[in-house]
C-alpha cells in the first residue's frame, strides 16, 4: 500500500522540499507568453474598433422609441406628444417573424392607447341617420384627416377602413415597450367581440370577425418579447428609485464585512461556530415561518392554486399568496438545514483546520490593509467593462437604416399591385394611385446591405466574446496580485519585520510588467467555453419545440459537461495564477506544478476547500442578513 501511494506521488511530480533560502515570489523573472500578449493587444484594438463602428452607425433611439408604418419615431422629435405605437389589425401579427420583419399590417402613433370595444361601423350607421359621429374614436394613418371639417360621406370612411387608412375597430390595450397590446382578461375564448354600447361585431377591414383567440394569437409573439422587455424596465426604474438604499446597504456591508474580517484573527473559532449557530437558528425560524404562512392560507381561496397555473408575473406578492410558495420554501429550508447538520456530524475536524486557515487568513490581511480595499479595483473595471459591452452592443442593435417595402393590405387583391408586395420603395417618390389603393409603401425594419450590416451578428458575437476574455481577464488579474501579496507574507520569517515594503503595489507591477501574456492565455480559455456554453444555450432555445428527444438530451449532456468544464479550469486557473505570482514561470508551466501540487494533495484540498467555502458562504448569509434587517 506505501509503495502504491508512492507511485501515485511519483505520477504528479516530487513534493516541493524545504528551501531556507526562499523568501516569497522571484524577482529576478522574464516576460511569459509573449505571443499570447501580442494577440490580446491586437484584440482589444479590435475590440475599441467595433465599439467605434457601432458609435458612428448606430442609434439608440431607434431601439427605445417604436416606429410607425411610415418611419416616424413614436415618442420623439415631432412625435414627442404620441408615444404608443397602435396596429390597426393585429390579427396579421402572428408568430415570431412579425417581431424580426414587421407586422404586416399598418401602425402610426397614438397618444394614449384604446381603452374600449369600438367599431367603425358604429360611426358609419350615426352618419346613415344623420347624426355626428365620433370622429375622436378614428385611428389614421398620417395625412389621412378625418373630423367634421373634412366633409366626408358614409362611403369615403368605408373606403379608407377596406384601404387600410383607418383603423376597422379598437379593442382596450395597454402600452408595453411603447406598443399597444390588447388586454384581453375578462373575454371569453373564440367569442366574437362586441362594442361596449351597442353590442356591434367587431371585425376587420375584410368583414371577418374578431375573436378573442385570433387577437391572442396575433399579439402572443410580440407580447412575449414585449413582456420581457417590460420585466427588464421595472427592474431599472427601481434601482434608480432606490439607488440610495441599495449603495447605503452595500456601504453597511463592506463595513461589516471589513469588521468582521478584522476581528478573525482573535476570535475565529467563536465567530465561525456563532455563524453556523446562527445560520442553524435562521433556518430553523424560516421553516417555522414557512409552515404557518402555509397553515394560514389553508381556507383562503385560491391559495391552493399551482404556481404553474400563476405562471410568470413581476408581482411577486401574487407568490407569497399560494400554499405552493411556502411548501417549496419550507422544503428547500429543511434540505439546507440536514446538509449543515450532516457537515457539521462528518466533517468538524476538517472544519477546525478550515479555522486555523481562517485565521492565519485574517492575520495576514492585517498586516497588508490594502489588499481589503484592492478588489475595488478589478469591480470597478468590471462595471466599465460592461457598461462598455452593454452599450456597443446597443449601437451595434440599433445600427441601419429605415427600409420600406410594398404591402398590399387587401387579402383578396390579385391584381399586379399585389405582386409587388415585399418590393423594397421609397416612401416620397412610391405613388400609390398609379397601383391600388390598398397598395402602401411601409416602413418593416432597420437594416442596409452593406458588408458592416450584413455582418453585425457576427460582430455581436465578437463583441460578447470581449466581454468574456476581459472580464477573464481582470479576474485573472486581480487573483495574480493577490497571489504575490499574500505569498510575500507566507514567506516572510519574522512577521511583520520581514514583510516587503508595499507588498501589493509591487505584485500589480510584477503582474502587469511580466504576465499579462499568460493571464491573457488563462483567461482566452475560460472565454471559449463560456462562448461554446453561449451557443448551446441558442441552440437549446431553437429546438425547445423540437420533437427530437435524443437531440434534447445530447444537448441537455453538453451543457452540463461544458458548465463542469468551466468550474474546473475556473478552479485550475486560480491555482495557475498563483504559482506564475509565486515562481514566474509561463501559464502551461504553473498550471502543470498546479495541478500535481492539488493531485498530490486531492482529499485534503477537496475537503478544506470545501469546508472553508462552506464556512464563508454562512459568513456572507449572516451579513447579507444582518444589512436586510
Known amino acids: 500500500m506505501a509503495k502504491d501511494n508512492e507511485g501515485e506521488e511519483k505520477k504528479y511530480g516530487d513534493p516541493a522540499k524545504f528551501d531556507p533560502e526562499f523568501k516569497g515570489p522571484i524577482e529576478n523573472r522574464s516576460c511569459t507568453d509573449i505571443i499570447c500578449c501580442l494577440l490580446f493587444i491586437i484584440f482589444i484594438a479590435g475590440f475599441v474598433a467595433v465599439g467605434i463602428l457601432a458609435w458612428v452607425h448606430g442609434d439608440p433611439k431607434l431601439l427605445l422609441y417604436p416606429t410607425d408604418s411610415q418611419g416616424n419615431l413614436c415618442g420623439n422629435g415631432n412625435y414627442a406628444t404620441k408615444p404608443n405605437l397602435h396596429f390597426f ?8 417573424a412579425s417581431v424580426l420583419d414587421g407586422c404586416p399590417t399598418p401602425q402610426v402613433c397614438v397618444a394614449t392607447c384604446p381603452t374600449e370595444y369600438w367599431a367603425y361601423a358604429i360611426e358609419i350607421a350615426k352618419m346613415n341617420l344623420g347624426q355626428e359621429p365620433d370622429w375622436d374614436k378614428f385611428v389614421c394613418i398620417e395625412g389621412v384627416t378625418v373630423g367634421s371639417g373634412a366633409g366626408l360621406t358614409a362611403a369615403q370612411i368605408e373606403q379608407y377602413v377596406k384601404d387600410q387608412k383607418c383603423a376597422a375597430y379598437t379593442v382596450p390595450s395597454k402600452a408595453y415597450g411603447g406598443r399597444c397590446i390588447p388586454s384581453l382578461v375578462e373575454t371569453i375564448a373564440n367569442t366574437v367581440l362586441t362594442t361596449d354600447v351597442s353590442n356591434t361585431p367587431l371585425v376587420d377591414s375584410s368583414g371577418n370577425n374578431v375573436t378573442n383567440d385570433r387577437i391572442s394569437a396575433g399579439t402572443a409573439a410580440l407580447a412575449l418579447v414585449l413582456s420581457a422587455q417590460e420585466v427588464v424596465q421595472e427592474i431599472f426604474t427601481d434601482m434608480v428609485s432606490s439607488w440610495y438604499l441599495i449603495l447605503g446597504g452595500l456601504g453597511a456591508a463592506m463595513v461589516v464585512s471589513f469588521i468582521y474580517i478584522v476581528i478573525m484573527r482573535w476570535i475565529a473559532g467563536v465567530m465561525v461556530w456563532f455563524t453556523i449557530f446562527a445560520v442553524i437558528v435562521l433556518n430553523i425560524f424560516g ?10 392560507l389553508e381556507n383562503v381561496s385560491g391559495a391552493d392554486s399551482s ?11 401574487t407568490y407569497t399568496k399560494l400554499q405552493d410558495t411556502w411548501l417549496g420554501i419550507g422544503i428547500a429550508l429543511s434540505v439546507i438545514l440536514l446538509i449543515i447538520l450532516l457537515i457539521l456530524i462528518f466533517l468538524r475536524n476538517r472544519i477546525r483546520i478550515a479555522i486555523a486557515l481562517i485565521k492565519e487568513s485574517s492575520r495576514a490581511v492585517s498586516n497588508i490593509m490594502s489588499t481589503l480595499f484592492f478588489p475595488l479595483i478589478p469591480w470597478i473595471l468590471q462595471i466599465v467593462l460592461f457598461a462598455y459591452w452593454g452599450a456597443v452592443a446597443l449601437f451595434l442593435a440599433s445600427s441601419g437604416q429605415a427600409q420600406y417595402e410594398v404591402q398590399d393590405y387587401n387579402s383578396t387583391n390579385t391584381s399586379t399591385a399585389s405582386n409587388m408586395t415585399g418590393q423594397s420603395c421609397t416612401p416620397t417618390s412610391f405613388d400609390t394611385s398609379a397601383v391600388s389603393s390598398t397598395v402602401q409603401c411601409a416602413f418593416v425594419k432597420y437594416g442596409a446591405t452593406s458588408l458592416y450590416y450584413q455582418n453585425l451578428f457576427y460582430l455581436q458575437i465578437f463583441n460578447l466574446f470581449g466581454l468574456f476574455w476581459v472580464m477573464n481577464f481582470i479576474v485573472a488579474l486581480g487573483q495574480c496580485t493577490l497571489a504575490g501579496a499574500f505569498a510575500s507574507y507566507y514567506w516572510a520569517f519574522t512577521k511583520p519585520k520581514d514583510i516587503p515594503t508595499f507588498p501589493l503595489t509591487a505584485s ?7 504576465h499579462l501574456g499568460s493571464l491573457a492565455f488563462g483567461s482566452f ?5 463560456q462562448i461554446i456554453r453561449v451557443m448551446l444555450e441558442y441552440v437549446d432555445h431553437k429546438l425547445k419545440d423540437s420533437e427530437n428527444r435524443a437531440a434534447k438530451f445530447l444537448l441537455k449532456c453538453l451543457k452540463c459537461c461544458f458548465w463542469c468544464l468551466e ?6 486557473n486560480k491555482n495557475a495564477y498563483i504559482m506564475i505570482a509565486i515562481y514566474g514561470k509561463n501559464f502551461c508551466v504553473s498550471a502543470k506544478k498546479a495541478f500535481f501540487l492539488i493531485m498530490r494533495n486531492i482529499l485534503r484540498v477537496a475537503a478544506v476547500t470545501s469546508v472553508t467555502n462552506f464556512l464563508f458562504l454562512l459568513s456572507k448569509l449572516v451579513v447579507t442578513g444582518a444589512i436586510g434587517q
Not at 404556481?307 to 406578492?317: A, K, Q, W
Request: charge should be positive; charged fraction near 15%; hydrophobic fraction near 45%.
Open 508 to 514: 500589480f507591477g510584477r503582474s502587469l510588467r511580466y
Open 567 to 572: 468550474k474546473l479550469l475556473k478552479f485550475l
Open 287 to 296: 421553516i417555522y415561518y414557512c409552515y404557518t404562512q402555509y397553515v394560514a
Open 89 to 96: 389589425n393585429l390579427l396579421d401579427c402572428a408568430g415570431f
Open 525 to 529: 480559455i475560460i472565454a471559449v467555453v
Open 307 to 317: 404556481i404553474y397555473d400563476v405562471g410568470f408575473t413581476t408581482n411577486l406578492s
